[in-house]
């Protein structure tokens, strides 16, 4: 599971997204056809990767 986080965070997918994507879409889907459900080739379908916000609300 954290290699499969890891690859998305690398290729900029969103990882939530991508699992929702894939469970949503894997039952209907050949088995012949798999690697179309790798994060790089589903990533234009996802949400990207956004960066956490930063909490910088200090006052100083």
Do not use: F
């Not at 990882?15 to 994060?39: C, F, M, Q």
């Amino acid at each position: 599971m954290y290699s499969l986080i890891g690859t998305c965070k690398l290729n900029g997918i969103n990882p939530r997204a991508y699992l929702e994507y894939v469970l949503t879409h894997i039952a209907d889907h050949k088995i012949s056809r798999i690697d179309e459900l790798l994060p790089w080739n589903v990533a234009d379908k996802l949400k990207p990767l956004t960066p956490p916000h930063s909490q910088s609300g200090r006052s100083g």
